[in-house]
């Protein structure tokens, strides 16, 4: 069967309208079935661990990643406030030059966190991956999640599907994320929908269970 030019431009179309649907319609649901459970740190209810998620703390230009002082930042106060009592920090590792997790416990510590407050999850190489693994090696299923606004709705999205009771404090001072960033996070939410839905994908990394030492345990 021969597929002329308008056929192919129909064919196209809806290809588009079908994503373009998918995308606004994933979008809304992982906002609208998270929003009422982001808070900012002087109302965040109390928990026993915050998962603080990894990011670079530089960016690609070699600059210090305000998203990355900001989730240090938000994290200590939460444990200086009380609304927590011991920091789980997951990110990537993946050389030796470049490991997510070590660079959170040394920024911790500049802020007078205790080490011994702290522990590491080298293996959260996506958001999925760092969320189930809180609750699946690390014991975690209250928790709450340290991130940027336009991060906590998916993280907190993929924490409700694995049946966690989670909430989301958000690191943001107000700066603007960008769009290039904006546009990425709108695609990672349609994914996370794709990935938790349909491809039901898990963590790449499981492993050992690992006892956090609470003062409650």
């Known amino acids: 069967m021969k597929i002329t030019p308008l056929k192919f431009l129909r064919l196209g179309f809806w290809i588009l309208l079908t994503l373009t649907m ?7 649901w992982v906002v609208m079935s998270t929003k009422d459970l982001i808070f900012d740190p002087e109302s965040a209810p109390i928990n026993d ?15 210090p990643n305000r998203f990355f002082a900001e989730r ?4 200590a106060t939460l444990h200086f406030d009380q609304k927590i009592q011991h920091i789980l920090v997951s990110g990537d590792n993946r050389t030796k030059y470049y490991n997510e997790p070590r660079d959170m416990l040394q920024a911790l510590g500049d802020l007078n966190i205790p080490e011994d407050h702290i522990s ?14 809180c609750k699946e ?21 993929i924490a409700q599907y694995f049946e966690m009771n989670a909430v989301a404090v958000s ?18 939410r349609s ?4 990935d938790l839905y349909v491809l039901q994908r898990k963590p790449k990394f499981l492993g050992e269970k690992v006892s956090l030492p609470l003062a409650s345990e």
């Open 120 to 133: 590491l999850d080298f293996a959260g190489l996506r958001t999925l991956d760092s969320v189930v693994r």
């Open 137 to 157: 090696v690390f014991g975690q299923n209250d928790v709450t999640i340290v991130t940027q606004e336009f991060h906590c709705y998916r993280s907190l999205f």
């Open 49 to 63: 661990v915050a998962l603080v998620l990894g990011t670079s703390k530089r960016t690609s230009e070699g600059k």
């Open 171 to 188: 690191a943001d001072d107000g700066g603007p994320i960008g769009n290039m960033l904006a546009l990425r996070e709108i695609l990672a």
């Open 22 to 28: 998918f995308v606004t319609g994933s979008n809304i």
């Open 191 to 194: 994914i996370a929908v794709l």
């Open 72 to 75: 240090m930042q938000t994290a």
